[in-house]
């Protein structure tokens, strides 16, 4: 059978309506069996088109939430597992969207780079490649199928951080300990670069009032 199928296999664009539905479901149900069985060392586009339609798709929602009034901006939408947001311009709905490809696509190159670099140190030279790993970045967006709806989205969104974590694991035929490592470290230093620039702008503002 050809991939797209439930047989197994990554995303296949020869099929990618179905090949899309049948991916996601394996990754978010199933997401030992789905890495496990992805051929090592695959090409790049099938898996960054998977991920880029999943951020475009999390992009064009929260746009609707504004055109409805339900949000007065699309925000960020996360996907701890890379730290890629969804949303890239977070005043503007259509700026937004049609950035997101790009800063999708950017962003994927980035955090994959990231993870293979602490790959190689802490699993070793013995490994599967940056394409395994850019795999698993990619396909581990479909958090973003969800994390733009508010509030709960987000929150929902961290089980990425357990696909990531299996991802790893699997397509580099580690030890869970490891791969969490691989996936956890950039995960942490984002956060608190993140809560030291909030506390520095609380404490501008408090400054200035």
């Given at each position: 059978m050809g991939m797209g199928t439930a047989s197994g296999g990554g995303f296949d664009l020869s099929n990618p309506a179905n090949s899309f539905v049948d991916v996601a479901r394996r990754v978010v149900l199933q997401p030992v069996r789905f890495f496990a069985g992805l051929p090592r060392g695959g090409n790049?586009?099938?898996?960054?088109v998977f991920a880029?339609?999943?951020?475009?798709?999390?992009a064009i929602l929260s746009g609707l939430l504004v055109l409805l009034g339900v949000q007065q901006n699309p925000g960020f939408n996360p996907n701890p597992q890379n730290a890629i947001p969804s949303t890239f311009a977070p005043t503007s709905a259509l700026a937004s969207i049609l950035f997101a490809p790009i800063g999708g696509a950017i962003g994927l190159f980035v955090a994959a780079a990231i993870q293979q670099l602490l790959v190689r140190l802490i699993v070793g030279e013995n490994n599967s490649g940056f394409a395994s790993t850019f795999g698993v970045a990619s396909y581990t967006q479909v958090t973003a199928l969800v994390n733009w709806i508010p509030i709960v989205g987000p929150l929902v969104a961290l089980y990425g951080l357990y696909l990531s974590i299996v991802g790893i694991r699997e397509a580099h035929g580690t030890t869970t300990g490891q791969a969490a490592l691989v996936v956890l470290i950039p995960f942490v230093v984002v956060l608190v670069v993140a809560l030291v620039v909030l506390a520095w702008v609380g404490l501008t503002v408090f400054n200035q009032g």
């Amino acid at each position: 059978m050809g991939m797209g199928t439930a047989s197994g296999g990554g995303f296949d664009l020869s099929n990618p309506a179905n090949s899309f539905v049948d991916v996601a479901r394996r990754v978010v149900l199933q997401p030992v069996r789905f890495f496990a069985g992805l051929p090592r060392g695959g090409n790049l586009l099938n898996p960054l088109v998977f991920a880029l339609v999943c951020i475009v798709v999390s992009a064009i929602l929260s746009g609707l939430l504004v055109l409805l009034g339900v949000q007065q901006n699309p925000g960020f939408n996360p996907n701890p597992q890379n730290a890629i947001p969804s949303t890239f311009a977070p005043t503007s709905a259509l700026a937004s969207i049609l950035f997101a490809p790009i800063g999708g696509a950017i962003g994927l190159f980035v955090a994959a780079a990231i993870q293979q670099l602490l790959v190689r140190l802490i699993v070793g030279e013995n490994n599967s490649g940056f394409a395994s790993t850019f795999g698993v970045a990619s396909y581990t967006q479909v958090t973003a199928l969800v994390n733009w709806i508010p509030i709960v989205g987000p929150l929902v969104a961290l089980y990425g951080l357990y696909l990531s974590i299996v991802g790893i694991r699997e397509a580099h035929g580690t030890t869970t300990g490891q791969a969490a490592l691989v996936v956890l470290i950039p995960f942490v230093v984002v956060l608190v670069v993140a809560l030291v620039v909030l506390a520095w702008v609380g404490l501008t503002v408090f400054n200035q009032g």
